[in-house]
């Protein structure tokens, strides 16, 4: 709650909406700290929960403020407060994505909370999860970097990127982001009161696949020359080889 009555204030000041999408990975942090400094469950997962969590929420943060450095309005926010008078922009936004986003990190994040409360568990499960993390981190961050790099070369201007991993998915950074929560979950998993938390990486993949991800950035995207071409070729969300032209 303070973290995002923070933000809130930091985005009002700055009239921007987007520094929300810093504060999103810092949220499940803040929470991983808290739920290990609190939690009375078997210490190395507390210790392997909030090591994972710490690394995938460092990264994500550090990507997002500087990839809008010196960048306006999200569009997509834009959109959403488009239709409300001027002076009510705030309240609404306060509303809509400050609030929204708070109750859906800790709905999110309940399997890290209940890995910091639960006593020894199934110890292999842990070391599946954390493969699992591994894996997801890995399309994210590599999917990020390339992104970054097709962007900075002026040649691919105007240009849709399908190189790398984004041959194989037209979003690897939310299916690596997808899949590092269904690790987590599957970590919570080394005891049953974990494996009850299931609803919360499901709630993850329908943010990150229909909510707020994929398919409402393919709206806009979808205008782009080229683009409806790269849909026909490239795997919308699971990594799968693409089909021929």
Not at 79 to 84: H, P, R
Not at 209 to 219: D, N
């Amino acid at each position: 709650m303070l973290l995002m009555v923070v933000t809130a204030l930091i985005g009002r000041a700055q009239g921007r909406v987007a520094v929300v999408d810093t504060a999103w990975p810092l949220g499940f942090l803040v929470i991983a700290v808290v739920a290990s400094a609190l939690g009375d469950g078997v210490w190395w997962r507390k210790v392997l929960v909030f090591v994972l969590v710490a690394v995938w929420a460092g990264r994500l943060a550090w990507h997002v403020s500087s990839r809008n450095k010196g960048k306006g309005e999200d569009p997509r926010y834009e959109k959403l407060l488009s239709a409300v008078p001027e002076d009510k922009r705030f309240q609404y936004a306060v509303v809509r994505v400050f609030i929204t986003q708070g109750v859906a990190m800790w709905f999110v994040s309940l399997p890290v909370q209940v890995s910091a409360t639960t006593g020894d568990g199934v110890w292999w499960i842990a070391v599946v999860g954390a493969v699992v993390w591994a894996v997801g981190l890995w399309f994210e961050s590599t999917g990020d970097r390339q992104l970054k790099e097709f962007k900075a070369d002026p040649a691919n201007k105007g240009k849709v990127m399908d190189k790398g991993l984004w041959a194989y998915t037209r979003h690897p950074n939310y299916f690596g982001d997808f899949t590092v929560w269904w690790g987590l979950y599957l970590v919570a998993c080394t005891t049953w009161q974990g494996a009850l938390t299931i609803l919360s990486p499901a709630a993850m993949a329908f943010f990150l696949i229909v909510a707020t991800g994929g398919r409402l950035l393919e709206r806009e995207m979808a205008k782009r020359p080229g683009y409806p071409e790269y849909q026909q070729r490239t795997s919308f969300f699971i990594p799968r080889p693409p089909k021929s032209a």
